[in-house]
């Protein structure tokens, strides 16, 4: 009945070889192509190398994360059906090489957002922090968006007036890179390093100017509408990720970060194949997202998670806290999604597996001397996977008990 055990493996330059994912007992992996480019369609050969290299350590290749959706399909552009047709050609040869679940998501522009990637915590390991504030920072002070000040509460201009004021420029301009460039890099990010990387940033925001919710919202349905039947055809279940933060940022409008919002999705196509990435931690990013009660209201569509945990410093600020301990409620979510598990073995459903993984880390010990990419160090997720496993093995022999 347990969850699957993964780990998200960042390919062939990840420091954290195939070889030490094995001994922590790992059962999955999760990984993507990421040399191949947003929008392009991904071959079989390819899926394929990866693939053997997983069995010959013992594992499978568990959940693509991501397929990346193009930004030229979340605005309908005229590249559209060239992209989607590459999207549909991608699931068709992951299902030939016989993967059955991937994640993707809907964000504008930035997979995901943080403002600090070395905030210290009370016991001294490294983790990140978002800080509403300084993003404004970003955003009105060294960004200088048009029209920005008029997305943001009078306070936070205030106070992003005055830790502008206190930041010299290279604070800035490390800012403006790490929101930009080092958290996007490693996982197919649509700006990529250089010079001029913030002229082609406002650039990619500029072709969302005629873009709100309500048009984002068409735009993902048209796009579940052409590519769910390749999906069906083919046995994939398609998992869309929380937007992280859940909620708008730049300017840009977020359609994936609220009960509300899955909802929406999941009955404008009802079919099996749209699904849910269950992220604790992103959706634990909003104060009023009963993570909980999302856990149980939307069980039977998660075919994927990521589990993870968040504590906030103020109204306006949160860091992630580790796995166990923070604002999510991790006891009760396991066990929902433990009985969910059971649910599905009792009733033989196809589709019956539900991985998990240690969603970032602590940077803790050992992590100090290794290279990663941000949020993802060995030590800190080796421990967040050994606690989330022993949570799972305690309320696991409990629900078989009664």
Same mark, same amino acid.
């Given at each position: 009945?347990?969850?699957?055990?993964?780990?998200?493996?960042?390919?062939?330059?990840?420091?954290?070889?195939?070889?030490?994912?094995?001994?922590?007992?790992?059962?999955?992996?999760?990984?993507?192509?990421?040399?191949?480019?947003?929008?392009?369609?991904?071959?079989?050969?390819?899926?394929?190398?990866?693939?053997?290299?997983?069995?010959?350590?013992?594992?499978?290749?568990?959940?693509?994360?991501?397929?990346?959706?193009?930004?030229?399909?979340?605005?309908?552009?005229?590249?559209?059906?060239?992209?989607?047709?590459?999207?549909?050609?991608?699931?068709?040869?992951?299902?030939?090489?016989?993967?059955?679940?991937?994640?993707?998501?809907?964000?504008?522009?930035?997979?995901?957002?943080?403002?600090?990637?070395?905030?210290?915590?009370?016991?001294?390991?490294?983790?990140?922090?978002?800080?509403?504030?300084?993003?404004?920072?970003?955003?009105?002070?060294?960004?200088?968006?048009?029209?920005?000040?008029?997305?943001?509460?009078?306070?936070?201009?205030?106070?992003?007036?005055?830790?502008?004021?206190?930041?010299?420029?290279?604070?800035?301009?490390?800012?403006?890179?790490?929101?930009?460039?080092?958290?996007?890099?490693?996982?197919?990010?649509?700006?990529?390093?250089?010079?001029?990387?913030?002229?082609?940033?406002?650039?990619?925001?500029?072709?969302?100017?005629?873009?709100?919710? !309500? &048009? /984002? $919202?068409?735009?993902? *349905?048209?796009?579940?509408?052409?590519?769910? %039947?390749?999906?069906?055809?083919? =046995? +994939? #279940?398609?998992?869309?990720?929380?937007?992280?933060?859940?909620?708008?940022?730049?300017?840009?409008?977020?359609?994936?970060?609220?009960?509300?919002?899955?909802?929406?999705?999941?009955?404008?196509?009802?079919?099996?194949?749209?699904?849910?990435?269950?992220?604790?931690?992103?959706?634990?990013?909003?104060?009023?997202?009963?993570?909980?009660?999302?856990?149980?209201?939307?069980?039977?569509?998660?075919?994927?998670?990521?589990?993870?945990?968040?504590?906030?410093?103020?109204?306006?600020?949160?860091?992630?806290?580790?796995?166990?301990?923070?604002?999510?409620?991790?006891?009760?979510?396991?066990?929902?999604?433990?009985? !969910? &598990? /059971? $649910?599905?073995?009792? *009733?033989?459903?196809?589709?019956?597996?539900? %991985?998990?993984?240690?969603?970032? =880390? +602590? #940077?803790?010990?050992?992590?100090?001397?290794?290279?990663?990419?941000?949020?993802?160090?060995?030590?800190?997720?080796?421990?967040?996977?050994?606690?989330?496993?022993?949570?799972?093995?305690?309320?696991?022999?409990?629900?078989?008990?009664?």
């Amino acid at each position: 009945m347990a969850l699957e055990k993964t780990w998200r493996w960042f390919g062939w330059d990840d420091p954290v070889t195939l070889k030490d994912i094995r001994q922590i007992g790992i059962e999955g992996i999760v990984t993507s192509l990421h040399t191949v480019p947003a929008g392009e369609a991904w071959k079989v050969e390819e899926i394929n190398h990866v693939q053997s290299a997983a069995k010959e350590h013992g594992m499978h290749w568990s959940v693509v994360e991501s397929l990346p959706v193009a930004e030229g399909i979340k605005i309908h552009s005229k590249e559209y059906d060239r992209l989607a047709e590459n999207y549909c050609r991608s699931l068709r040869n992951i299902a030939n090489c016989g993967i059955d679940t991937v994640c993707y998501n809907f964000m504008p522009v930035l997979d995901w957002a943080r403002t600090h990637l070395h905030y210290k915590n009370e016991r001294g390991g490294e983790t990140m922090l978002f800080d509403y504030p300084t993003f404004a920072v970003f955003d009105v002070h060294i960004l200088k968006r048009e029209h920005a000040e008029n997305d943001y509460p009078e306070h936070i201009l205030q106070k992003a007036d005055q830790l502008a004021g206190s930041m010299s420029e290279a604070e800035k301009e490390e800012l403006a890179y790490n929101i930009i460039v080092v958290t996007q890099a490693f996982i197919h990010g649509s700006v990529g390093g250089g010079n001029d990387y913030k002229r082609r940033f406002l650039a990619y925001l500029d072709t969302y100017r005629e873009i709100r919710t !309500e &048009q /984002l $919202r068409k735009n993902l *349905s048209l796009f579940l509408r052409d590519i769910l %039947p390749v999906a069906e055809e083919t =046995g +994939i #279940r398609m998992c869309i990720h929380p937007d992280d933060p859940p909620f708008p940022l730049l300017g840009l409008p977020r359609i994936a970060g609220t009960a509300d919002d899955f909802h929406s999705i999941f009955s404008q196509n009802n079919s099996s194949a749209n699904a849910l990435t269950f992220c604790t931690g992103s959706l634990s990013a909003r104060t009023d997202n009963d993570v909980t009660e999302m856990a149980r209201r939307f069980a039977d569509k998660i075919h994927f998670i990521h589990l993870r945990n968040t504590a906030w410093l103020t109204p306006d600020s949160f860091y992630e806290s580790g796995h166990l301990v923070g604002s999510v409620d991790m006891y009760s979510v396991m066990k929902i999604l433990l009985e !969910e &598990q /059971l $649910r599905r073995e009792k *009733s033989d459903l196809a589709g019956k597996r539900m %991985p998990f993984r240690s969603d970032h =880390g +602590i #940077r803790i010990l050992d992590d100090y001397s290794r290279a990663a990419n941000p949020g993802y160090p060995l030590i800190g997720r080796l421990k967040g996977v050994a606690e989330l496993d022993g949570l799972q093995t305690g309320i696991e022999r409990a629900l078989r008990r009664a």
